[in-house]
């Protein structure tokens, strides 16, 4: 299979723990983005990568938030002291963009739901 | 920023019947938009996208979206769903200069009744 692929699929937690999560992405794509979804709701933005490179960040990424992707390839998520409003579904998304393709839609991953108790 | 809004939250509709899914989108720029489907414990798949062109485009089941500029609408059309197209339905808008974000709106849960 090379779509994107999340580890874990699922993570209970306690409150004030921390977790991470991990993302591959399809392996020629240069872009990788963050999403978290709740229920009822559409993807929300966190960030995304250009390669190694941190682009954008939403201010819905609280300092307990981080992300990382160290070569280029795959990602990490961080949540550090989570919180019970952290519970939700992150997803992972990948695309390659360049100057020719700024329509080339994102392919998802299948998410890692994250539920704080 | 972008905002999507889609207007039906849900849409029940017996099978074999014609379904629309609506979406408006806030924006005086260019974009490109998305239709994504999510079934039950899966990621967001691809359903059509308009980049430019033609304002009709199609999907391989059946689906098809009409992009209107001057309404700033992309609404998603059937006109005979099957049982196996009872999903979430999101829109999305990115723009056409930076595409680096994408916009969602809040999804369609659309339920075909037998």
């Known amino acids: 299979d090379t779509g994107v692929s999340q580890d874990p699929r699922h993570k209970i937690t306690k409150r004030g723990q921390n977790v991470t999560f991990r993302c591959d992405p399809i392996?020629?794509?240069?872009?990788l983005y963050w999403y978290r979804q709740t229920l009822g709701q559409g993807p929300e933005f966190l960030t995304y990568?250009?390669?190694?490179?941190?682009?954008?960040k939403s201010r819905l990424l609280s300092d307990r938030f981080s992300a990382e992707r160290p070569k280029g390839s795959f990602s990490t998520l961080e949540i550090q002291r989570t919180e019970q409003g952290d519970s939700a579904m992150y997803l992972c998304a990948s695309r390659f963009s360049s100057p020719r393709t700024g329509g080339n839609e994102q392919f998802f991953g299948p998410g890692t739901r994250l539920t704080v108790l | 920023a972008q905002s999507v809004t889609q207007l039906d939250s849900q849409v029940p509709v017996f099978e074999e019947a014609p379904v629309e899914l609506r979406c408006n989108y806030s924006?005086?720029?260019?974009?490109?938009l998305f239709w994504y489907v999510q079934y039950p414990n899966q990621g967001l798949q691809l359903l059509l996208k308009y980049l430019s062109g033609s304002t009709l485009v199609e999907s391989i089941n059946g689906f098809e979206a009409e992009f209107n500029k001057s309404q700033t609408s992309f609404h998603l059309r059937k006109p005979s769903v099957h049982i196996s197209d009872t999903a979430e339905y999101f829109c999305a808008v990115s723009d056409r200069m930076t595409g680096n974000q994408f916009y969602f709106g809040t999804g369609t849960s659309l339920t075909v009744i037998p």
């Open positions: 990568f250009q390669n190694e490179a941190q682009l954008e």
């Open positions: 924006s005086s720029v260019s974009v490109y």
């Open positions: 392996s020629e794509h240069n872009r």
